[in-house]
Nanobody
């Protein structure tokens, strides 16, 4: 069983930056594809970014491409989401997810484990 714990959320002004972290335990981290998703109030959970087991292959939602960067440190069992040029529409709870495959995936249905989420609020 894999446990995922997100951190790094908070309140930031538009144009600012935050870095989210997701620490994994209970599994072999370098065997998991990882992803970040977000969910705003009243909306469905949506894909943000994903990364393969080695970190050399990534994919992003069009809405965050060029502003967000996903990365991972397998030695620390941690995946990151660097968020720059934040906008009010980025406000949401952000969730880290792991899938029991080495490749990445953009569909939430492809993920087996989820963290509890961390809130990001961007003020205008």
């Amino acid at each position: 069983q894999v446990q995922l714990v997100e951190s790094g959320g908070g309140l930031v002004q538009a144009g600012g930056s935050l870095r989210l972290s997701c620490a994994a335990s209970g599994g072999t981290f370098n065997r998991y594809g990882m992803g970040w998703f977000r969910q705003a109030p009243g909306k469905e959970r949506e894909f943000v970014a994903t990364i393969n087991w080695s970190g050399d292959s990534t994919a992003y939602a069009d809405s965050v491409k060029g502003r967000f960067t996903i990365s991972r440190d397998n030695a620390k069992n941690t995946v990151y989401l660097q968020m720059n040029s934040l906008r009010p529409e980025d406000t949401a709870a952000y969730y880290c997810a792991a899938r029991s495959r080495i490749w990445y995936a953009v569909s939430r249905n492809e993920y087996d484990y989820w963290g509890q989420g961390t809130q990001v609020t961007v003020s205008s």
